[in-house]
């Protein structure tokens, strides 16, 4: 049968999230169905909420304010050391290891010129800037193993400030595989695994 023109939307929406197919999507949305009506408010308020969450104007993590919470912690901005990823996931992949103690900088993804993406688009200037304010001396780069990825990483150890130390993270992480789907051992090895490129 045809799912009512409501649901049916609801159904449309919650396919676009990774993983979801047609199946998923209408378990999902008859399961909030289910929920009482002040639980589907909350959900929606929530969701709609996410509008207005703005980008850390030192480190480009997602936040609520201008200045994300670990570029507002001393004990995390003045060190030395910064773990240079390529997404918002990832950087939580790596807290949740809890083998990290320094400063972050979030690219907005990686280069990939057949795409007309190059270093402005992922944020490598304000980046660089990052790196000379906070007194880097060690950058670790905790990009996804791909070509772009090893692209990216070879770019950035040509153009960061002279001066810096710039490690990749080592192996533990798969060819092809991605941070955010990673256990905390296996993050952890590789952050202990880098070596300097
Ligand atoms: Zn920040």
Redesign the pocket.
């Known amino acids: 049968m045809e799912l009512p023109g409501t649901l049916n939307e609801a159904v449309t929406q919650l396919k676009r999230l990774p993983g979801i197919g047609e199946r998923s999507a209408i378990r999902l949305a008859l399961s909030i169905l289910s929920w009482d009506q002040e639980n589907i408010k909350n959900l929606s308020s929530s969701l709609s909420g996410l509008l207005d969450i703005k980008n ?6 997602l ?1 609520d304010n201008e ?2 919470s ?2 507002n912690d001393p004990n995390r901005i003045d060190k030395p050391i910064m773990c240079v990823v390529e997404s918002m996931s990832d950087l939580l992949a790596i807290e949740n290891s809890g083998e990290f103690a320094g ?2 900088f979030v690219l907005s993804g990686v280069l990939n010129p057949l795409k007309g993406i190059g270093p402005d688009e992922i944020g490598v200037p304000n980046l660089c800037k990052a790196a000379i304010n906070r007194k880097i001396s060690n950058i670790v780069l905790a990009v996804n193993p791909s070509i772009e990825g090893d692209a990216t990483c070879s770019y950035l150890n040509e153009v960061l400030p002279d001066g810096i130390i710039v490690d990749r993270i080592g192996f533990g992480v798969p060819m092809g595989g991605s941070l955010e789907y990673l256990d905390s051992m296996t993050i952890s090895q590789a952050l202990k695994n880098r070596k300097t490129l």
């Open positions: 850390c104007i030192s480190c480009n993590a936040c200045v994300c670990l570029c400063s972050y």
